[in-house]
């Protein structure tokens, strides 16, 4: 499971391609983010993660690896909180909330000095989503996640959780996760070197290669992440969530 960001589930797709070769993958759009959602405001931590718990347990599979990025890892935290019955691993991918930003000025200051390591196609497309939701609700996500940190949930989280940030990430800092993680009971943090925010887009491989190793079971070391990581990680291809084998749909 895939639980997009600030903007629509769009800019997984290199994401879903290459986690597709190995596992069935399920990408929900966020409450507040389909068309017809748009105009009824911005839905609260909560209400998010149910309806992520909602799409698992629709999609027929007992437990599951629920990978966020961004403001999505808030998303995930709330639902392994609230429904920790159904993730058996979470992965918190550049996972915003630190309370260092200082209010939604300074997410937008590091938010620009993150962008610049961004690709040029990545950074089009956030326009683009920034457009068609427009400013108001990009700040009441913000304001949202202030007023709800997830700071305070961290110790709930009794799952085993993968925390990854890209080391050129403004926006969740080396000293964010670096606090999370002493929150949270079982921990592992890798930096991929050269990378920046988006790097479920930038580094799809590499980062797709790490969470199926941690979605295994597979030790994951912690610290910096290599550039290119080892592809065989002990998963049958084809083989369905739940043990379950047979075609990728």
Same mark, same amino acid.
């Given at each position: ?6 903007i629509?589930s769009?800019? &997984?797709?290199?994401?879903v ?12 759009a ?15 931590l909560?209400?998010q ?12 599979v007992?437990?599951?690896?629920v ?14 909180r609230?429904h920790?019955?159904l ?6 991918v ?5 309370p ?21 196609s990545?950074?089009? &497309? ?8 427009g ?6 996500v913000?304001?949202r ?5 997830i700071?305070?949930?961290?110790s ?5 959780? &993968? ?8 926006v969740a800092?080396q000293a964010?996760l670096?606090?999370m993680a002493s ?17 479920v887009?930038?580094e ?5 290669d790490?969470?199926i190793?941690?979605?295994?079971g ?10 290119g990581?080892d592809?065989?990680?002990g ?5 369905e ?6 075609p990728?749909?």
């Open positions: 499971m895939l639980v997009h960001g600030i629509s769009r800019y &997984l797709l290199p994401m391609r290459e986690l597709a070769r190995s596992t069935r993958v399920l990408v929900p966020l409450p507040g983010y389909g068309p017809r959602d748009r105009v009824k405001g911005t839905p609260d909560a209400t993660a149910d309806a992520v718990a909602a799409a698992i347990v629709e999609w027929g007992p437990t599951t690896t990978v966020g990025h961004s403001i999505g890892a808030e998303v995930v935290v709330e639902l392994a609230r920790p019955s993730v058996e691993r979470a992965v918190l550049g996972p915003t909330g630190d260092h930003a200082a209010g939604v000025f300074g997410v937008w200051t590091r938010w620009m000095a993150t962008a610049v390591h961004e690709p040029l990545f950074n089009l &497309l956030t326009v683009a989503e920034f457009a068609s939701l400013p108001r609700r990009m700040i009441d913000v304001r996640s202030f007023a709800d940190p700071e305070a949930k961290l709930e989280v009794r799952c085993p959780t &993968l925390l990854v940030r890209g080391a050129r990430d403004r800092p964010w670096d606090r929150q949270i009971a079982d921990t592992v943090t890798v930096t991929l070197a050269d990378s920046a925010h988006t790097i887009y930038t799809s491989k590499e980062l797709a790490l969470v190793r941690f979605a295994s597979t030790e994951v070391a912690s610290g910096l992440g290599p550039q990581l592809a065989e990680v998963v049958v291809p084809g083989q969530p739940g043990g379950r084998r047979g990728v749909p």
